[in-house]
């Protein structure tokens, strides 16, 4: 069983739509969270982390960690053709250690 | 311009010939890694270094030999190269590891025959 499970879609939805990307992990150690989004032929970016379970916002970014479930959410409001990507969960036990990815889920943003 | 920097981004070579894909980093970064990324997979860690001569196994290390002799560098080296090693590779960096933000390289399209 892979330590952290995400959709990999494909996922296609009309520009301003709102998308919800998943994902769910085993590892109860892992303490922080993150999203990476990836065009294509591009390497990954930082989108969004956090350490703690709630929201954090950041734009139309919204990253949701709740620690109980180990599950996270990346929604996107107003979507937009520009966000097609692949986006990708990654969390981490402790700073500095190994990053554990999901598979990524592919985004199409339609205008 | 800050950046990682990988070469070659393209490579085909045959089953066991030693290659070696180089990665430089320009912004001081003291942590550095390298992934592959395959369908199905998505991005696993192969090996990682909090600093020079400090390196560490990430989840697929088996294949695979990195170095670090200068902070700016970390390059993979692949001994004898197989085709279940065909695959993206990248290259990241950041200034003291995650969950500071990583630094991607363009990658590097290896295809073993």
């Known amino acids: 069983q892979k330590e952290v499970e995400q959709d990999p879609g494909p996922l296609s939805v009309p520009e301003g739509a709102i998308v919800s990307l998943n994902c769910t992990y085993s590892?109860?150690?892992?303490?922080?969270f993150m999203w990476y989004r990836q065009y294509s032929r591009k390497g990954p970016e930082l989108l969004m982390y956090?350490?703690?379970?709630g929201n954090k916002e950041d734009g139309r970014f919204t990253a949701q960690v709740d620690k109980s479930s180990k599950y996270i959410s990346l929604f996107i409001r107003d979507s937009q053709p520009s966000d097609s990507a692949t986006y990708l969960c990654a969390m981490g036990e402790t700073s500095g250690s190994r990053l554990t990815f999901g598979e990524g889920t592919q985004l199409t943003v339609n205008p | 311009e800050a950046q990682v920097t990988q070469n070659p981004r393209y490579l085909i070579t045959v089953t066991g010939k030693k290659l070696t894909v180089t990665c430089s980093q320009n912004?001081?970064?003291?942590?550095m890694s390298w992934y592959r990324q395959d369908p199905g997979l998505g991005l696993r860690q192969i090996y990682y270094?909090?600093?020079?001569?400090?390196?560490d196994k990430g989840d697929v290390p088996e294949g695979y030999k990195v170095s670090r002799k200068e902070k700016r560098n970390f390059p993979l080296i692949l001994e004898s190269p197989s085709p279940n090693q065909t695959s993206l590779y990248f290259c990241a960096s950041s200034s003291t590891g995650p969950p500071n933000e990583q630094f991607f390289g363009p990658g590097t399209r290896l295809t073993v025959l």
């Open positions: 270094s909090m600093n020079v001569e400090v390196t």
């Open positions: 912004m001081n970064h003291e942590y």
């Open positions: 956090t350490y703690s379970s």
């Open positions: 590892n109860s150690a892992f303490q922080y």
